[in-house]
């Protein structure tokens, strides 16, 4: 099963009021484990100012995503590390969903279907119903560690929110579980290796092993 952790920033709330996308970070996950495939990373010119409340939050200004690319240049770079079917994860995915919906459309491409969202942030509240949920309140639930988040950033978030992920989904008891079971086909493996592997005995090697356990006195398997 292949999924993709991601985040974004941006410059505020709201796309239809005006907001953009201007950092987007992804990180590829099989069957529940990071892989070594190079995360995809951009930020992105959002052909505005970006308010210095936003700053406030990841850090990044107008000055700074000045000469970056237009979401329009990267959009299919991302479309392709995404894939056709891959599960998109986020926490609180609705708001990343609307923002990354809005930029592939004003760019001319298709929307991703809601269907493919996955949000954490519901998961959480579901599991843990009247706490905080946050990613930050999560990290210390589950003891993640998340010391070096001194502003808000989308492919550290993505680092981030893939331990807590895991955690959510079953953690160290799912890797349990999995280990079990590859213990048991190992063990089912070297019995059908040992099945297999057998060696011819010749006649002679018969008659020595026959005199010998004529020799025994009140062998167990006579009893």
């Known amino acids: 099963m292949r999924e993709i952790i991601f985040d974004t920033e941006t410059t505020g709330f709201d796309p239809l009021s005006g907001d953009r996308l201007i950092e987007i970070g992804c990180l590829e996950m099989v069957d529940m484990r990071l892989t070594d495939t190079t995360p995809f990373h951009e930020y992105v010119n959002p052909e505005r100012e970006v308010p210095e409340s936003a700053v406030k939050v990841h850090g990044l200004t107008t000055e700074f995503l000045r000469d970056k690319q ?6 299919q770079k991302f479309l392709d590390f995404v894939g056709d079917d891959s599960i998109l994860v986020a926490h609180n995915a609705e708001f990343d969903m609307k923002f990354i919906n809005f930029e592939l459309e004003k760019a001319g491409y298709p929307i991703i279907p809601a269907m493919r969202f996955k949000d954490t942030l519901a998961i959480a509240r579901t599991k843990f119903p009247g706490q905080a949920n946050s990613l930050d309140a999560l990290c210390k639930r589950f003891g993640v560690e ?11 978030d993505s680092e981030i929110l893939a331990d807590v992920y895991i955690e959510l989904m079953g953690g160290r008891q799912a890797g349990l579980d999995l280990a079990v079971e590859k213990k048991t086909y190992a063990f089912v493996g070297a019995k059908k290796e040992r099945e297999r592997r057998s060696f011819p005995i010749d006649d002679v090697e018969v ?4 005199e010998f356990i004529a020799k025994l006195n009140d062998p167990i398997w006579n009893s």
């Open 207 to 210: 008659s020595t092993h026959s």
């Open 70 to 75: 237009l979401f329009a240049e990267t959009a």
């Open 146 to 156: 998340n010391g070096h988040r001194t502003l808000h950033g989308a492919l550290l």
